[in-house]
């Protein structure tokens, strides 16, 4: 069994920033491409930002240059650093792991976390 904890979500202010961070536990062989979704209200799950486990990374728009990804593969860990934030950003966050167990491999999400950018 795999599981991903998300932290580090909140409210912050326009302008602000934040960390995101997300840890893979369970049964786990190898951890492939890691990445960060969002979804605002009344919109789709969209792709911010993956990171492949060699460390090659992949931005959407929104997020170039704002933020940035980053792995610690020996902790299964992915981040997400966030800056420059705007109301546009609030959304509830999820990260992503393409997990290879020794049985089989798979897309694992965590639960989510929400981000909420306000004065």
């Known amino acids: 069994q795999v599981q991903l904890g998300e932290s580090g979500g909140g409210l912050v202010q326009p302008g602000g920033s934040l960390r995101l961070s997300c840890a893979a536990s369970?049964?786990?062989?190898?951890?492939?491409?890691m990445g960060w979704y969002r979804q605002a209200p009344g919109k789709q799950r969209e792709l911010v930002a993956d990171i492949t486990a060699g460390g090659s990374t992949n931005y959407a728009d929104s997020a170039k240059g704002r933020f940035t990804i980053s792995r610690d593969n020996a902790k299964n860990t992915v981040y997400l650093q966030m800056n420059s934030l705007t109301p546009e950003d609030t959304a509830v966050y999820y990260c992503n792991a393409d997990v290879v167990t020794r049985a089989s491999m798979g897309k694992y999400w965590g639960q989510g976390t929400q981000v909420t950018v306000s004065s």
């Open positions: 369970g049964s786990i062989f190898r951890i492939n491409d």
